[in-house]
């Protein structure tokens, strides 16, 4: 199983970014999907996760400004994010939560991409 994430790059405080990821492979259902991010010296966090129910959950630092969403038949989740602050820099990784073929329940991570917000 892959998962790439695409998305990411510079923009002003303010602004907007979509991040997108996409999972493929040995998938028999997604369960969950979502974001987590880590900026310099700091611990990895949530951001936000959703699952295929539609079940959300946000970091109260995000809430009111992003907005996750899941493409079940496409194994894709997207991230908007509106009103971007400079701290919400950092390295944002994908990661989904997925039902094998074979029944098996495993947890995969893409590689990250960058989300850099200029004050």
């Known amino acids: 199983v892959q998962l790439v994430e695409s998305g990411g790059g510079l923009v002003q405080a303010g602004g907007s970014l979509r991040l997108s990821c996409a999972a493929s492979?040995?998938?028999?259902?997604?369960?969950?999907m979502g974001w987590y991010r880590q900026a310099p010296r700091k611990q990895r966090e949530l951001v936000a996760r959703?699952?295929?129910?539609?079940?959300?959950k946000y970091a109260d630092s995000v809430k009111g400004r992003f907005t996750i969403s899941l493409e079940g038949a496409k194994n894709m989740v997207y991230l908007q994010m509106n009103s971007l602050k400079p701290e919400d820099t950092a390295h944002y990784y994908c990661f989904a939560v997925l039902t094998t073929p074979d029944l098996r329940e495993e947890e995969h991570w893409g590689q990250g991409t960058q989300v850099t917000v200029s004050s």
């Open positions: 959703i699952t295929n129910d539609g079940n959300t």
């Open positions: 492979g040995s998938i028999f259902s997604i369960n969950d």
